[in-house]
Structure formats: C-alpha cells, structure tokens
C-alpha cells in the first residue's frame, strides 16, 4: 500500500458525459501527478499540481481539467467522453520538487467508456 | 528533445538472468528510476540511480552511466512473478519525470 488513495476504482460512463476521479495523495506530500495508461500502452503524464498550484502540464486534452485542493487531494475532470478515453488513471504523489522525487502511485482508477 | 528509449518486449527462462536497457536523452539529468508494474496494476519503485555505477538490492541490480545516458536493470534467479512490465524514467532539470514506454518482460517455465 503506497499510502496513495484513489476513488472510485471503477468507473462505466457512456459517451459525452462528465465525470471526476479523485486522489488523496500519502501524508506530507505536496505534489500530485495524475497519468493516463490506455490498455497495453505506457504512462502518459496530463498534469501536476504542487501545493495547490498547476506546476507542469503534459498531453492533457482540453476536455480534461484538474485542481488541487487546500488539503491537497486532487481531482481529474474528464468532460465530452470519447471512446478512447477509456483507461486507467494513476494519480501519484510525491514529498517535494527540489529533492529525490520517488513517485509513489495510487491504485488507480479504470474508466470504461461506452 | 527529451527522450527514452527501451525495448518494447523481452522474454527470459524461470531461473536465469535478464538485463533491461535504457537509453535516455533529457533536458538536464537528476537521476533515473526503474519502476516495475503488473498488469492492471500500479507502478511500484524499483531503484533510483543519480550516480555513475551499480546499485545492487536483492535480486535486481540498476547500472547508470552518465556519460553515455545509458542505464540498464538487471534481474536474477527469475521468478515467475517477475513477468511484469519495467519503466525506466529520468528526471530533468526541473525535476519532471520523463518516462519511457516500458519493457514487457515474460518469464517462461
């Protein structure tokens, strides 16, 4: 258990609607990342927040968006739904920037499109 | 460009030994990770390698050469529950993790 929180674990949705995945990020740790893995591809980085602040920004599509709470758990806005957006979304955590910035990865969430 | 490059799948015998290479190129350079992931499964933290040499923990060993932008994982007496997928990652200048596309590995009987 990495101390890294997710919900929900599974998500079934139909096409063009909205939904939000949530992260509770191990205590003490400021950043949060959030990565989206379609099947059988590898991680690709959407976003990270650092103490409440968008700090860098990946392939993150319009559609999506994503904020950073004053108790630091975040959540992943996924709005238009497309097919392709099924997959698993890792949120990850880590303590700070400016030192060794071991990734600590939450369980995930699988978000089924239909 | 920042970029990482592994190979796309691997397979090695139950009982043997397997090296996993990485090659790296990123804007600046602030360490490399190897993570290992289950199918379906999050990433977990393998090792961490900011300077040249060997690193050994158990049964996996991570090598970095900085001059070459070059790291390898090595992993010994494979276990079946080794067959898992290994991502190797840098970080830059800005601390940002790059990761490569990771490397299947199956373990056969």
């Known amino acids: 258990d990495s101390g890294v929180t997710q919900t929900p674990k599974h998500l079934i949705t139909a096409t063009g609607q909205r939904v939000t995945l949530r992260c509770s990020p191990r205590?003490?740790?400021?950043?949060v990342y959030w990565y989206q893995q379609s099947l059988d591809q590898g991680l690709q980085f959407l976003i990270q927040?650092?103490?409440?602040?968008?700090?860098a920004k990946g392939n993150i599509l319009e559609r999506f968006s994503a904020q950073q709470f004053p108790d630091l758990h975040s959540e992943l806005n996924l709005s238009s739904l497309e097919l392709g957006d099924s997959a698993l979304y890792f949120c990850?955590?880590?303590?700070?920037?400016?030192?060794?910035?071991?990734?600590?990865f939450g369980p995930g969430t699988r978000l089924t499109v239909l | 460009g920042q970029n990482i490059d592994q190979p796309t799948e691997m397979t090695a015998t139950e009982g043997a030994i397997v090296q996993i290479n990485c090659t790296y190129q990123?804007?600046?350079?602030?360490?490399l990770f190897w993570y290992q992931q289950h199918a379906g499964e999050a990433p977990t933290f393998l090792s961490y390698?900011?300077l040249d040499g060997l690193e050994e923990k158990g049964r996996f060993s991570s090598f970095l050469s900085r001059s070459k932008g070059y790291s390898y994982l090595l992993l010994k007496e494979l276990q079946m529950k080794d067959s898992a997928s290994y991502l190797c990652?840098?970080?830059?200048?800005?601390?940002?993790?790059?990761w490569g596309a990771g490397t299947k590995l199956i373990i056969k009987p």
């Open positions: 927040y650092y103490n409440g602040e968008e700090r």
């Open positions: 390698n900011v």
């Open positions: 990850a955590s880590s303590v700070d920037l400016e030192i060794y910035n071991e990734q600590f």
């Open positions: 990652a840098s970080s830059d200048s800005n601390y940002q993790l790059i």
């Open positions: 990123t804007s600046g350079f602030n360490g």
């Open positions: 205590s003490g740790d400021l950043s």
